[in-house]
């Protein structure tokens, strides 16, 4: 058997395995077969997924997420406060704000601390990429996808959609319990519009300044919260109206609430939460299949 030390982490219940590999190392190839192994509840760990902290040449730490099917994103809201939280109370970093490296670029976290602990953190998410060719979602290139007309499953529908390094396409709802989550998500996350597939977003709008929001995340389906998912729908929000850019938008998520606000300068900041859950040594076998 071979073994690693992991870190359970969550961010409002987007829980993932995170793996220092400062310390530790894992085989490449065997990523994608780690990821699904510590993510499966009943012979593994249980998790959205797994999360490497990793050395980089470009900032003090890096980022790397795999869903709990095994493929890896480009980044992951929820996971970037995690990561920040452990690089401050680990040593990683030394100052309350830095930089984190993504696979979608670099970003800054801005760490809030009380008794030495990590209590909440703020991510400068850039800006959201808006261009079709850049969500990417086939059609026009250059064109936003703003409240256009979609139909799937004998269903007409409008979306919008939002690139946070990652794809979204979010749903407006009038009633966030009655979201067709589980049934509408997993067709939309690999409709071939989509040739990545996406992450898919339901959002109720609550007032000007707060939403309700529920995911189904392309390589982990239903989660309890999405990070860059609740960004993109601020975003989104802006985009079609019904929130106004510059404000802070609460988004009530299944796991708690993140404070976003897309700025006039064009950057999204999210500022929520992050938790230690336990910390354990992992055993598995070994090889591509886990
Ligand atoms: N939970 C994340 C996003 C994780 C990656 C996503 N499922 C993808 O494949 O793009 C978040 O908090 O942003």
Redesign the pocket.
């Known amino acids: 058997m071979r073994s690693f030390s992991f870190t359970k982490m969550h961010?409002l219940g987007?829980s993932y395995i995170y793996v220092d590999l400062f310390r530790e190392t894992l085989p490449e190839e065997e990523l994608p077969a780690i990821a699904r192994s510590v993510a499966d509840v009943h012979t593994g760990i249980g998790s959205?997924g797994l999360i490497l902290i990793c050395p980089s040449e470009k900032a003090p730490v890096k980022m790397r997420?795999f869903?709990s099917d095994g493929?890896e994103?480009?980044?992951?809201?929820?996971?970037l406060r995690c990561v920040a939280k452990y690089a401050y109370e680990h040593g990683i970093v030394r100052d309350r704000t830095f930089l984190i490296e993504t696979l979608s670029g670099l970003v800054e976290a801005r760490v809030a601390v009380a008794d030495g602990e990590v209590t909440s953190v703020t991510v400068d998410m850039g800006e959201p990429r808006l261009k079709r060719s850049a969500i990417p979602m086939v059609g026009p290139k250059a064109e936003r996808v703003v409240a256009e007309p979609f139909a799937i499953a004998g269903g007409e529908y409008e979306i919008t959609a939002v690139s946070m390094g990652?794809?979204h396409v979010i749903f407006y709802v009038d009633d966030i319990q009655k979201a067709p989550v589980t049934t509408l998500g997993p067709l939309v996350e690999k409709d071939p519009r989509f040739p990545e597939g996406v992450?898919v977003e339901f959002v109720e709008v609550v007032n000007e300044r707060e939403l309700h929001f529920r995911v189904w995340?392309?390589?982990?389906g239903v989660?309890q919260?999405?990070?860059?998912?609740a960004c993109a729908a601020v975003v989104a929000s802006v985009l079609n109206g019904k929130t106004a850019r510059g404000e802070e938008t609460v988004v009530h998520l299944a796991g708690g609430d993140l404070t976003i606000v897309w700025g006039h300068d064009g950057r999204v900041r999210m500022t929520g939460p992050a938790e230690t859950v336990c910390t354990g040594v992992y055993y598995y076998r070994g090889g591509r299949n886990g």
């Open positions: 961010g987007n959205d997420i869903n493929s994103g480009k980044n992951c809201g929820n996971g990652n794809p992450n995340e392309r390589g982990s989660t919260a999405c990070g860059t998912g």
